[in-house]
């Protein structure tokens, strides 16, 4: 199986491919890993090669389609955490227990989408932190639109069922508050809770080819941790894009190694990372 080489071709098809339609770049030096995560895939439907098997997914072949989002799926990293870069999640909590940036809701429901929601620790994340400031403040509620560009990843973020070893960043008190141990203690897993779980939409969205004018306006927007993988012209588009959904005063997290570039025209900067509309 490892003589199954990604040639020079096969490897600008696929990229182009993969840049149209997920925005990820990937270069010449990423031909390793390209053919460590679609090796196994080729071989399984019976290819010799990898130009016959980019061939068929990108013909009008039946099954071709399908395998389309499994290609995009097996090349996007989708590395993530509860409370990864915990700081970003503390300044939302105090930035609404302020009541002046409260009284800007003017009573609504904070709306917020997490972008790129992966199987979905971050919007389960602001999830618990949003629950318990609504635990504290009357006037506070929120909602939760997480999607993703992989149908994969957002079923097992639809579930909700974790490792126990996943959450221990989570602090005590919220696991006790907001987990449902396995009654099976060797499977050692945890659930969130119903209540939770309702509080968030998972729904597909692509970022470089969605339509944003079909989403709601938002006073909150986390897209954190994928635009490193996009080029620099795609990720000012997303940008521009996102900063167009967000409501007068509204906030964009994105990852620490992350710019919003000459965006930031639009916003005025919080703290590292945390961007305010203008």
Known sequence: ??????????????????????????????????????????????????????????????????????????????????????????????????????????????????????TGEEPYTLALELSELARVYSDFSFRILATDISPTVLATARRGVYPESRIATVPLELRKRYFLRSKDTSKALVKMSKPLRNSIQFDEFNLIQGDYSALSKFDVIFCRNVMIYFSPEDRQKVIANLRQRLNPNGLLFVGHAESIGHNRLDFQQLIPTVYQVK
Request: charged share 25%.
């Open 1 to 118: 199986m490892s003589s199954i080489q990604l040639t020079p071709k096969a490897h600008k098809r696929l990229s182009a491919f993969v840049g149209e339609m997920a925005g990820i770049q990937l270069p010449a030096h990423k031909k390793n890993l390209i053919e460590s995560r679609l090796r196994k895939r080729v071989v399984s439907l019976d290819f010799n090669n990898f130009d016959d098997y980019v061939e068929f997914f990108l013909s009008d072949d039946k099954g071709a389609k399908t395998e389309q989002s499994i290609v995009i799926d097996l090349l996007t990293t989708n590395k993530t955490d509860f409370y990864r870069e915990a700081r970003q999640f503390e300044f939302l909590s105090e930035f609404y227990s302020n009541s002046a940036n409260r009284l800007l809701l003017k009573r609504k429901p904070l709306n917020v989408w997490c972008a790129a929601a992966s």
